[in-house]
């Protein structure tokens, strides 16, 4: 009874895992914003008109944000889904749990399923929270490069 009852968990944990849309990758992001640093280091910033100047600061301070926020959301993440790794939810781990009895009764994964799911469902929800804002933190960048573009090409056309 035990032991389908545990079957039966991790072959629902395995279908959640392997066989859904659920997807466990997290992206790291960085900008090659590398000119505005060398003009800010340079001081030669200062050449540039205070509207361009102004709007390529507040450029980077958001590409800035936007990393900050991603890595503290990736370690987040990753302290809530691995535990689950350790708790026996590893795909193709109960594969190989099959041929050894002894050591899946020590590990005792099926009183552990209930956590295992609860953990994935909230580091699933924390990760698409997450890329949700990221998208549109990068919007909100997209549209602040459009303005400075229209700035820089108005600067040039006097």
Do not use: C, H
């Given at each position: 009874?035990?032991?389908?009852?545990?079957?039966?968990?991790?072959?629902?944990?395995?279908?959640?895992?392997?066989?859904?849309?659920?997807?466990?990758?997290v992206d790291q992001i960085r900008f090659q914003n590398n000119t505005i640093a060398s003009l800010e280091s340079a001081g030669d910033?200062?050449?540039?008109?205070?509207?361009?100047?102004?709007?390529?600061?507040?450029?980077?301070?958001?590409?800035?944000?936007?990393?900050?926020?991603?890595?503290?959301?990736?370690?987040?993440?990753?302290?809530?889904?691995?535990?689950?790794?350790?708790?026996?939810?590893?795909?193709?781990?109960?594969?190989?749990?099959?041929?050894?009895?002894?050591?899946?009764?020590?590990?005792?994964?099926?009183?552990?399923?209930?956590?295992?799911?609860?953990?994935?469902?909230?580091?699933?929800?924390?990760?698409n929270y997450s890329e949700w804002n990221m998208i549109n933190r990068l919007d909100e960048i997209l549209t602040e490069i459009n303005?400075?573009?229209?700035?820089?090409?108005?600067?040039?056309?006097?």
């Amino acid at each position: 009874m035990r032991i389908r009852r545990f079957l039966r968990n991790l072959i629902y944990l395995r279908k959640r895992l392997t066989q859904s849309k659920l997807d466990f990758t997290v992206d790291q992001i960085r900008f090659q914003n590398n000119t505005i640093a060398s003009l800010e280091s340079a001081g030669d910033i200062k050449l540039i008109p205070v509207d361009i100047k102004n709007g390529l600061m507040d450029l980077k301070k958001r590409q800035d944000l936007i990393i900050e926020f991603t890595k503290s959301n990736y370690d987040y993440y990753m302290d809530i889904i691995r535990p689950t790794g350790l708790a026996g939810s590893i795909p193709g781990f109960e594969d190989r749990l099959k041929n050894q009895p002894d050591l899946s009764k020590i590990l005792n994964i099926e009183d552990k399923a209930d956590i295992i799911i609860i953990s994935i469902e909230y580091a699933q929800f924390i990760k698409n929270y997450s890329e949700w804002n990221m998208i549109n933190r990068l919007d909100e960048i997209l549209t602040e490069i459009n303005k400075i573009t229209e700035l820089i090409n108005s600067e040039l056309n006097k």
